[in-house]
């Protein structure tokens, strides 16, 4: 399995952010390209048993979005990473976590997403013990 949230096309100009990617149909054809440095910067961090994170980012942004058990602690593994082409944060993906920190008009989106991080946040810092 392969989870895409972020496509970068060399053949044409496409840059896509998020669950839709434009263009992208695998084929038999397909080849995928792994940065060399991004490898070597994975390597290293299964190696180190003590690592806490997976890249260094605003906490945040490396949270994944891929469950809904808000009241599991593993909700909060800072597991999300971006090669060094996508990791600029006007290029991180839009999740529930990072929402409030865009700079459009306020909404409920916007206010929940703030709830989310004061929670996030406090179980960052404290683990089951908040």
Known sequence: DLLIVSSH????ESINLGAYTTYFKPSSNSCGFLNKGSIQKA??????GDAEEASVMPALY??????????QVSTYTRCRV??????PMELQPCTIWT??????????EKLA?????????KVIRHGQNC
């Open 9 to 12: 096309r060399l053949d044409r």
């Open 43 to 48: 390597n290293a961090l299964f190696k180190d």
């Open 62 to 71: 490396q949270l994944k979005q891929v469950r809904s058990k808000f009241n």
């Open 82 to 87: 971006s090669s060094d082409l996508t990791s």
């Open 99 to 108: 929402l409030a920190d865009q700079d459009w008009t306020i909404s409920q």
């Open 113 to 121: 997403s703030s709830i989310f991080q004061k929670i996030a946040i």
